[in-house]
């Protein structure tokens, strides 16, 4: 009998814990979920944030400043690969790590666009492959569609103090300011080159110690910017009509 009602009680415990703990998921949920919101937006805010306006940092920023620059000045659209706009679904909706699973043709892309001063600027979002495991970022266009306003990465596993550094190193993400992924009227994205950057205008210095790591962003970006074309295609024809 007392073996039986121990059972018993185990049991009852693991059911009294398992809906205490459920119970709690659903009342943090909300707040985990803001976080996050606001942590991938302040991670497309970083793409531009040379341009956020004078002495505005964007790891300074509150978080309600963060939403409330989303709200006010960044317009979110949803592509097919084909470069249509899909409606009824926000840009910032959009996994990146469940659309990569997805067959090419059905794939979503999000893509932001940043106003300020008169000025358009393009962030699109890109996924790869490191040493490790995944790697991602957003990367910010000027208006001419070829010239990068800035760019910001992340990973979920990159060795630190080597392929950590495309975000840990500001200067990483900061290297690929102005430079063109077109050459000649050919897009070819940016290369990031072992070694040291030859081409100044379409490449940026590799990582030291990091070669796969840094081979990954190379195909991360020219595979993952040249999704979007289709659409920077039907801009640039709308604009000489």
């Known amino acids: 009998m007392g073996t039986r009602y121990v059972v018993i009680f185990v049991v009852a415990l693991t059911a009294s814990v398992a809906v205490l703990l459920t119970g709690f998921r659903q009342i943090t949920k909300p707040v985990a979920d803001r976080n996050e919101e606001i942590f ?27 939403l409330d620059i989303f709200d006010k000045q960044v317009q979110q659209v949803v592509l097919d690969m084909q470069g249509n706009e899909m409606e009824g679904v926000k840009a910032e909706d959009v996994e990146m790590a469940k659309e990569k699973k997805k067959p090419a043709s059905e794939q979503k892309l999000p893509l932001f666009i940043y106003e300020q001063g008169g000025e358009k600027f393009y962030i699109v979002s890109v996924r790869g492959v490191g040493l490790w495991d995944e790697i991602w970022g957003n990367i910010a266009l000027e208006g001419d569609l070829n010239t990068i306003a800035g760019a910001s ?11 950590a550094e495309i975000k840990d190193n500001s200067a990483f993400p900061r290297a690929f300011k102005g430079k063109e992924i077109f050459k000649d009227g050919e897009y070819v994205s940016v290369n990031v080159r072992k070694g ?46």
Request: glycine share 14%; net charge negative; hydrophobic share 30%.
């Open 40 to 66: 991938n937006k302040r991670a497309v805010l970083s793409a531009v944030g040379d341009y956020l306006g004078e002495g505005v940092k964007v790891g300074n920023l509150e978080d309600d400043q963060v």
């Open 153 to 163: 990465f992340d990973h979920a596993g990159e060795t630190p103090g080597l392929g």
């Open 196 to 241: 040291g950057a030859i081409d100044k205008r379409h490449e940026v210095d590799g990582i030291t110690g990091a070669t796969v790591t840094s081979n990954g962003v190379t195909e991360m970006l020219y595979r993952g910017i040249k999704n979007y074309m289709p659409y920077f295609n039907s801009i640039r024809q709308q604009s000489m009509r």
